[in-house]
């Protein structure tokens, strides 16, 4: 008897107690939302520091509980996260740490653009048993203010202007930067990787710079670029000019100076007086001067060195000229498939005015002659930045 009291007391204990799915949606008196987050709020990471960052915050329970860490975009409500993490010691501790590399792709799917600080919004959620604990899924909200690293990856390989504000609206290829020397003799024939530079006329309006990926890039105040994958990054020139545009993939930086003269330059050591000559942008990266009367002989004796000078509107003066520091292949240049390549020095406090100086053949060439220069600074006529010259009789 006493037996069949105590199975039926056994029985009517499990019809009373709750179900185990019931109970685990049921939150406990000492279960609450994860709160008291840490970073605080708005707090600013800068991804480019590799550093890690640690999350965390108030225990919800004294009782087992498993956290999980969400992440949303700026205006997301957390119902379709864009990364959901546990929390460390797989999701038992209240904390997170979380290596740049990771908060790099969270910040990148929760839309924030390179070099830029945006908000990635992030919150706790607190299981209990098989299923959220009703009322504390989802603790406090906070905003951590992130800026992504300011790289690319990989480089461009072409990139081009195109819009309203460039020369007739034609796409406009941008060459692999040249190197420019800094002092007299300073050769360099090598590109920059990860650099490119254009000379190219822009009116007022808009223009994008596109990459062969499809990538638009954005060229801040300041000279940053920012990188835009998906939309599309619309640039506003205000001024008419001729300029020299130069990005740096490299350190997402970018320049640009007005060309305000190019002139030829010429100065026999006979004579005593040195001679230029404007030349007129033809469009294209391109300069001329055509039929040009230029004196190349004093006292009888030939002299028909020659560079350009290079003048921009901040003040900055080049020497566009010759390879070496004086010209000793006038006699064969044919021989020479660096001849008639045009290199760029920074002309500072020289006091060698001919240096990097070209002569014609044989330091006869165009003598008494009116002479026709074309200056092509793209690679589009050849496969560095090239000159020529022609003759014919006055």
């Known amino acids: 008897m006493k037996k069949t009291i105590l199975i039926l007391a056994g029985v009517l204990a499990l019809l009373l107690m709750p179900s185990c799915r019931k ?16 970073p605080r709020a708005d707090y600013e990471v800068d991804l480019a520091k590799g550093l890690d960052v640690l999350f965390d915050w108030e225990t919800s329970a004294t009782g087992t509980v498993v956290y999980q860490v969400l992440f949303d975009k700026a205006d997301g409500d957390f119902s379709k996260p864009v990364y959901v993490l546990s929390s460390d010691n797989n999701g038992f501790k209240p904390s997170l740490t979380l290596p740049a590399t990771t908060l790099t792709v969270i910040a990148k799917l929760a839309g924030c653009t390179p070099g830029i600080p945006a908000p990635v919004r ?14 504390v899924q989802n603790g406090e909200i906070r ?6 690293a300011n790289t690319i990856d990989p480089f461009p ?6 819009g309203t504000a460039t020369e007739e609206g034609a796409a406009i290829p941008m060459n692999a930067a040249l190197k420019i020397g800094q002092k007299k003799g300073d050769l360099q024939t090598d590109r920059v990787r990860g650099a490119m530079e254009c000379f190219t006329r822009l009116s007022a309006g808009q223009y994008t710079v596109t990459d062969d990926l499809g990538r638009t890039f954005e060229l801040m105040e300041g000279g940053k670029i920012i990188c835009h994958e998906e939309d599309e990054a619309v640039n506003e020139n205000t001024a008419e000019g001729v300029y020299w545009i130069y990005m740096d993939f490299n350190t997402m930086s970018w320049s640009t100076k007005e060309v305000t003269a190019v002139e030829l330059w010429t100065h026999p050591w006979k004579l005593a007086e040195e001679d230029t000559a404007p030349l007129t942008y033809a469009g294209g990266g391109v300069w001329n001067l055509t039929d040009y009367p230029w004196v190349v002989s004093g006292d009888g004796v030939n002299d028909t060195r020659y560079h350009f000078n290079v003048t921009f509107a901040d003040g900055y003066h080049e020497r566009w000229a010759y390879w070496d520091d004086d010209c000793r ?4 240049p ?5 001849f008639m390549n045009i290199y760029r020095f920074a002309d500072g406090n020289w006091t060698d005015a001919w240096a990097h100086s070209w002569k014609t053949k044989g330091d006869s060439e165009g003598v008494d002659k009116l002479a026709t220069f074309n200056l092509y600074m793209n690679n589009v006529h050849a496969a560095d930045y090239v000159h020529t010259h022609t003759f014919k009789d006055k």
Request: glycine share 8%.
């Open 23 to 38: 109970s685990a949606n049921v939150a406990g008196p000492l279960v609450k939302p994860a709160s008291v987050l840490f």
């Open 122 to 135: 992030w919150t706790v959620r607190t299981y209990q048993g098989a299923d959220y604990v009703d009322g």
């Open 143 to 148: 905003n951590l203010m992130v800026i992504r």
């Open 157 to 162: 390989t072409t990139v081009q202007l195109k």
């Open 329 to 332: 292949e006038s006699g064969n």
């Open 334 to 338: 044919d021989a020479n498939p660096i």
